[in-house]
Structures are given as C-alpha cells and as structure tokens.
C-alpha cells in the first residue's frame, strides 16, 4: 500500500481542477457586485469619486471574462500557472478599485482574503506564498496611497491612524491565517480522501480473490464426477489393452493427467459449491487464513487463547468478509515487519464480544505518535535502521488506517497500546513487549446466523460407472 501514497490529489493535480468556466462565473458576479456597489455609493449615498476610473477597472475584468470566454473552451481545466494568473488579476483588480475608493478606509477592503483563500484551497504552497505577499504588499501600499473617500459637500470620509492600522494588521493577520487554516483543512481533506480510497480498493480487491475463491471451490466441485469418470474409464481402457503397449501409454496419460487435475482443483478450492466455508468459517480458521501469508517471514507467529478463556469452549463460527480478513492481515503483517522475532495473535470470546490481540516483541509504537494511531499518512524520519528492518515502506500510517477503516466497518473497536518493553518473562520465555493492537467486536455484528433455508449439505450421490 505504501505505492499508494504517491498523492493521488497532490498540489498539483488539485491545481489543475479548476474549470476556466468556474473562473468566468464567480468574475461575472463580482463584477455585478461592483458596479452595483458604485452605483449604490452615487445615488443612495451622494459620495464624489472617480467614477470613471472606477468604471475603467471593471471593465478591465469585463474584458479579460469576454477574452477568456471567446478566446477558450468553455470546459478548459487551468493549469497550475493559468490559475494563479487568473486569481492575482482579481487581486490587483480588487486593490486597484479600492485605492480609488478610500483605501482601507473602505469596508469593502476586507475582501482581499478572498482570492488568498481560494490559492491556499487548490494552488500549491509556493503558489500561495506568491498570493500572500503580494497581498500582503498591495494592502501595506493602500495605507498612504489611496483617493479618499468625500461626499458631494466636500466631508472626507477617513478613520483615524490608529483605526487604520488596526485594519491594516487585521488583514495581514487575517490573510496569514485564513491561509494557513485554509491549507490545512484542505491537505487533511486530501489525505483522507486518498486513504479512504486506497481502502475501497483494497476491500474491493480481497472481494475479488473472495469471489474468485468461490468460483475456484464450485469448479472444483462440479469438475470432480466427470474427472472421476475419466479415470474410470481409463483405468478400465488400461487393463483391457495389456496387449496393446501403444495404446495402453494413451490410456496411461489420459489417467495421470486426470488426476493432475483433480490435484490442481483440490489445492486452488478446498471447500464445496457456494456453502458454509466460503461464507462462514470458525474464528480461528479466519484467522489463520489472515496470517498465512506472513507466516513464513522469518517471524515466529504464536496462535494463542486467552488464558481465562474455557478451553472447552470452541471458536465461534464467524461471517468471513473480506474488510475483516484484510483488516487483520494488515495488522499482522505490521506486526511482522517491526517484530524481532516474535508474535502473538490472542483470540478470546464471550457470550457478548468476539476481541482479538496483536502483539509484538518489538519497540513498539512511537510514543509521540500513538495518538495517532490509524489516521492516514502519519510520517515521521526513518532511521537507517528502520530502513534495514523494513525496506520500500515510507512510513505514512496508510497500512494501518486501512485496517482500522475496514475493521470498524464490520464493527469492531480498536485500540493501541506498547507492551512493558522487557523482552522476558522470569522464567526465561519469550513474551510480548511491543505494540499491542486490540480488536473487539461485539459478537451479534460478525457471528454466523444460520439461515433457516440452509440445512445439512447431504449425502455425496454414489458413483455408477
């Protein structure tokens, strides 16, 4: 999974998100909300402005929006650089009508953080760093040079000094936060979208290999008269041509290639057409079918029950779907990797809850992190040691917000933990140190229900040659 996180929404891409078409619409409006804005200034409000220039600069944006839309296809996507050309014009447009208008002294100034809004959304960090300062810049500038705001009687509309530097740092402050806040919301957003994803393509893949299991088990099924009666038939084809070694060899071949196939059918599906053992298994085989591909990595993996568990009591039968199979196998597969050299897989059961236990003789999870535990993408530096111990993982935390994704899904509270980190128990044996992962479902949402239209698979019909 550590392939994955290669940004499937990087900077970038999001950069490239935007329609020319959105750009043209949002631009129509404000340029409506401008003209309507000095329109509302001359009549309800008798304030002596350059309206003439004032109406130059809007209709330099009516210009570019009638360029853009002649010029270019209506389902244009910007690039990254079109993007930030398009969102400093409306910068400048903005700061240049407001110098006409009072400067800061216009409450309408305010909306300056807009455009540095949508560059921290969808432009990259150098992007919005550009966009900050020239804000930044342009609003330092308005503070001296500004046409002040008069009404027809001659009355200068201004704040005092003191006010308009409280503007001026609130905008500065403003642009720096809603920026950062800004790029953080959409980044986590980004992130979970992709890990979400990357987990709907895991589950969708073990529900293939699920599927597959099935299909494999039922040809397996259906296939096993008419390979019997293959061998049969050239078992008898055999014994009648002894006399006849040419023939005999043919017969020969057709048997041992008869069996072949039944061999290959039992190993890829062992269990009959579409029963209990593809739907339901005990939790042990469960399991067990999560672990066996780490079982031979160098690791030693422990099956255990919990010691207060009455032994008599055998595993319950659970629905084997495929987010708990892969949600397990990443859980075991991260205790492989960070193990030194053991570790345990603890069942336990009750009327009421099914929990399991993943431990660990390793060093645990950081301890700065395990808060963490589980959301997408947390990285930390790697040590070279880490390199050694697990090479080709980067670290993000996607394995495990994988598993902890689907493992909720089918029910189930988890939970992290480190172990007490001394590597024996006073009689010398190996115990677990490390991380601890504890996943408990309540037993209503996974035990198998037998349904009242399944009854016993019955009698397999006898063989008539």
């Given at each position: 999974?550590?392939?994955?996180?290669a940004?499937?929404?990087?900077?970038?891409?999001?950069?490239?998100?935007?329609?020319?078409?959105?750009?043209?619409?949002?631009?129509?409006?404000?340029?409506?909300?401008?003209?309507?804005?000095?329109?509302?200034?001359?009549l309800?409000?008798?304030?002596?402005?350059?309206?003439?220039?004032?109406?130059?600069?809007v209709?330099?944006?009516?210009?570019?929006?009638?360029?853009?839309?002649?010029?270019?296809?209506?389902?244009?996507?910007?690039?990254?650089?079109?993007n930030l050309?398009?969102?400093?014009?409306?910068?400048l447009?903005?700061?240049?009508?407001?110098?006409?208008t009072?400067?800061l002294?216009?409450?309408?100034?305010?909306?300056?953080?807009?455009?540095?809004?949508?560059?921290?959304?969808?432009?990259?960090?150098?992007?919005?760093?550009?966009?900050?300062?020239?804000?930044?810049?342009?609003?330092?500038?308005?503070?001296?040079?500004?046409?002040?705001?008069?009404?027809?009687?001659?009355?200068?509309?201004?704040?005092?000094?003191?006010?308009?530097?409280?503007?001026?740092a609130a905008?500065?402050?403003?642009?720096l936060?809603?920026?950062?806040?800004?790029?953080?919301?959409?980044?986590?957003?980004?992130?979970?979208?992709?890990?979400?994803?990357?987990?709907?393509?895991?589950?969708?893949?073990?529900?293939?290999?699920?599927?597959?299991g099935g299909?494999?088990?039922?040809?397996?099924?259906?296939?096993?008269?008419?390979?019997?009666t293959?061998k049969?038939?050239?078992?008898?084809?055999?014994?009648?041509?002894s006399?006849r070694p040419?023939?005999a060899?043919?017969?020969?071949?057709?048997?041992?290639?008869?069996?072949?196939?039944?061999?290959?059918?039992?190993?890829?599906?062992?269990?009959?057409?579409?029963?209990?053992h593809?739907?339901t298994?005990?939790?042990?085989?469960?399991?067990?079918?999560?672990?066996?591909?780490?079982?031979?990595?160098?690791?030693?993996?422990?099956?255990?029950?919990?010691?207060?568990?009455?032994?008599?009591?055998?595993?319950?039968?659970?629905?084997?779907?495929?987010e708990?199979?892969?949600?397990?196998?990443?859980?075991?597969?991260?205790?492989?990797?960070?193990?030194?050299?053991?570790?345990?897989?603890?069942?336990?059961?009750?009327?009421?809850?099914?929990?399991?236990?993943?431990?660990?003789?390793?060093?645990?999870?950081?301890?700065?992190?395990?808060?963490?535990?589980?959301?997408?993408?947390?990285?930390?530096?790697?040590?070279?040691?880490?390199?050694?111990?697990r090479?080709?993982?980067?670290?993000?935390?996607?394995?495990?917000?994988?598993?902890?994704?689907l493992?909720?899904?089918?029910?189930?509270?988890?939970?992290?933990?480190?172990?007490?980190?001394?590597?024996?128990?006073?009689?010398?044996?190996?115990?677990?140190?490390?991380?601890?992962?504890?996943?408990s479902?309540?037993?209503?949402?996974?035990?198998?229900?037998?349904?009242?239209?399944?009854?016993a698979?019955?009698?397999?019909?006898?063989?008539?040659?």
């Amino acid at each position: 999974m550590t392939d994955f996180s290669a940004n499937l929404i990087s900077e970038e891409s999001r950069g490239n998100w935007i329609r020319l078409r959105t750009i043209i619409m949002v631009r129509w409006i404000a340029v409506a909300g401008q003209v309507a804005t000095l329109i509302a200034a001359h009549l309800l409000f008798s304030l002596s402005l350059e309206y003439g220039l004032c109406f130059l600069v809007v209709g330099a944006s009516v210009v570019v929006n009638l360029i853009a839309m002649f010029v270019f296809p209506e389902n244009k996507l910007l690039s990254e650089r079109e993007n930030l050309s398009m969102i400093l014009f409306d910068l400048l447009q903005l700061c240049l009508l407001l110098s006409l208008t009072g400067g800061l002294n216009n409450p309408f100034s305010i909306l300056v953080l807009g455009p540095v809004t949508i560059s921290a959304s969808v432009l990259s960090i150098r992007s919005t760093v550009i966009m900050a300062s020239i804000a930044i810049a342009v609003v330092t500038l308005l503070l001296p040079l500004h046409v002040p705001l008069r009404t027809e009687s001659g009355l200068v509309l201004a704040m005092p000094e003191l006010f308009l530097f409280g503007i001026w740092a609130a905008i500065v402050i403003s642009v720096l936060f809603s920026s950062l806040y800004s790029r953080r919301v959409v980044s986590e957003m980004a992130s979970m979208s992709e890990a979400l994803a990357a987990t709907q393509m895991a589950l969708a893949r073990e529900q293939k290999l699920t599927d597959l299991g099935g299909v494999v088990a039922a040809a397996a099924h259906e296939l096993g008269t008419p390979l019997a009666t293959i061998k049969l038939a050239s078992a008898e084809l055999l014994d009648e041509l002894s006399d006849r070694p040419d023939l005999a060899e043919d017969a020969a071949l057709i048997r041992d290639q008869a069996n072949r196939c039944r061999e290959i059918l039992h190993s890829m599906g062992r269990a009959g057409k579409d029963d209990l053992h593809i739907h339901t298994a005990p939790l042990s085989a469960v399991i067990d079918e999560a672990a066996e591909p780490h079982l031979d990595r160098g690791k030693m993996v422990h099956f255990e029950t919990a010691a207060e568990q009455d032994l008599t009591d055998l595993p319950p039968d659970i629905e084997r779907r495929p987010e708990i199979i892969h949600g397990l196998r990443n859980l075991i597969q991260n205790a492989v990797d960070f193990a030194h050299e053991n570790v345990w897989v603890e069942s336990a059961w009750t009327e009421d809850r099914i929990t399991l236990r993943i431990m660990d003789d390793g060093r645990g999870f950081p301890a700065h992190l395990i808060g963490r535990i589980g959301d997408p993408f947390v990285s930390s530096r790697r040590s070279e040691r880490d390199r050694k111990q697990r090479p080709g993982y980067e670290g993000m935390g996607l394995g495990l917000f994988i598993a902890k994704t689907l493992l909720e899904r089918s029910g189930a509270e988890l939970s992290f933990a480190n172990g007490p980190g001394e590597g024996r128990s006073s009689s010398g044996r190996a115990r677990p140190t490390g991380a601890i992962i504890e996943v408990s479902w309540p037993r209503s949402r996974i035990a198998a229900v037998p349904s009242p239209q399944q009854g016993a698979l019955g009698e397999n019909p006898n063989f008539h040659a």
